[in-house]
């Protein structure tokens, strides 16, 4: 299937073919419905720990340690995955399955210990004071996209709350950052100083949310997301190399090439969440931090001979291979880009290409997690685990979408389940106005058109 810039349809059938059928078998929904599993085998089936199938019968260490551990902000992940399903397609089947998945979620939130990090024999897990801020913040990624889809009062209040927990936990006024676990967490943790910490609030939860809240709960929001903007510009940023480190604490080993969340990924993401966050703050200057420092962080991570994105950079050069969520990562903010710049198209299509032929798995297997620089994949690399579940494949889907319908000159349609039409309606992340909304037994076919500079 190749990809061209006709229109969005050839993301439609993406979502229809290659991914839903990894995420609408029984298996995958867990049980009760909504308490999704962690680990599935390839093929989409459970996984049985007597008779594990040969992909998880002997992983890698990072995950074969974890093997038997359902994960909440998976869960929340994929929660998410049917959020946006039922938003290209209007199929009621994936909002109830959100919902299913966000009322798992709803039950676990605690506005004194935040949400567990895991369950292992039906135990939440670890202690409250180990839990890190990044998987806080992924615990409700879930219920940000059903809000945005639904404006449901239950989780707007419920956003409101685990946001004000978590600012209120990790925030450490001596550092001017958010820690990683509190500080009366574990010995070999409170040290930890990391991007994730940071960028993961604007990124899964506050930058979508923000612009539905009402306004005393959007003022505050505003001033973490401006705390959360100046942690990431002096104390993350090396203005010396354009990109991002992944933590602080280790001095020189921080900011070795290769160590650790050093790569395009953490860098494209934080330059697109500071232009986000610019636009949303009105602060224009902020907002052409992003765009032009994402800018150049895509003309590096550029592979000419592949046609497609690097993951990062050694001190050898550059890391060729394709990990899924860098991928989506890069192709994210290049899409932005694309409707400013258009000359920028032109690696979106070939990109596309790259990621709908070699990252897409046959059969509707989803997307492999991880290929070579010609993109081939090594045998039994998972389709799911602790760290990959639909969230990057099904946002790429949905902002490609809006990215093609965009620079073809058509409209783009998503759907929503508002209990009455008068909300505003936003294409997810993008600049966009509505033009036309059909209103159905409390669902609403929007048309939006997205602009893009000639």
Known sequence: MAADLAGGDIWLRHVERDLLPFWSGRAALGHPIGNF?????????????????????????????????DFVRMQARQTYAYGVAFNLTGDTRWLDLARAGARRTLALLDSEGGAP????????????????AQDQSYAVVGIAMLYYLTRDPALEKALITHQHFVFARYWDEDWKMLRWVPKDGPATETAK??????????NAYMLLVVPY?????????????????????????????????????????????????NDFGHTIKAYWMLMLAGRE?????????????????????????????????????????????????????????????????????????????????????EIYGWVDAEGNPPPNSLRIHQWKSGYHSFEHALISYLTAQSLAGKRAVLHFALPQSAGEFRPYLLPGKAVSVRNTCGRQRVEFEIPVKK
């Open 213 to 261: 809240l009402p306004p005393a709960a959007r003022a505050a929001w505003h001033a973490d997301i401006r705390r959360v903007a100046d942690t990431l510009v002096r104390q993350f940023h090396d203005p010396a190399s354009g990109t991002f480190f992944g933590t602080l604490e280790r001095g020189p080993e921080s900011r070795r090439a290769g160590a650790r969340h």
């Open 193 to 202: 100083q990391e991007l994730v910490a940071q960028l993961d609030q604007l």
């Open 37 to 69: 599993p962690t680990f599935r085998c390839n093929d989409g089936s459970a996984y049985v720990p007597d008779a594990p199938c040969a992909e998880l019968q002997s992983p890698p260490a990072w995950i074969r340690q974890e093997i038997g551990r």
């Open 281 to 365: 703050l009105g602060d224009v200057e902020l907002e052409r931090f992003g765009r032009d420092g994402g800018a150049a962080i895509l003309d590096r991570a550029w592979d000419e001979k592949s046609g497609a994105w690097a993951s990062g950079w050694r001190e050898s050069g550059l890391d060729l291979s394709k990990s899924w969520w860098i991928f989506a990562e890069l192709d994210q903010m290049n899409s932005f880009l694309a409707m400013e710049q258009p000359q920028r198209a032109e690696r979106l299509k070939s990109s596309w290409r790259f990621w709908l032929e070699k990252m897409t798995a046959p059969g509707g297997g």
């Open 117 to 132: 990090t895991w369950f292992e024999q039906g135990r939440g897990m670890p202690e409250p004071s180990a839990r890190t």
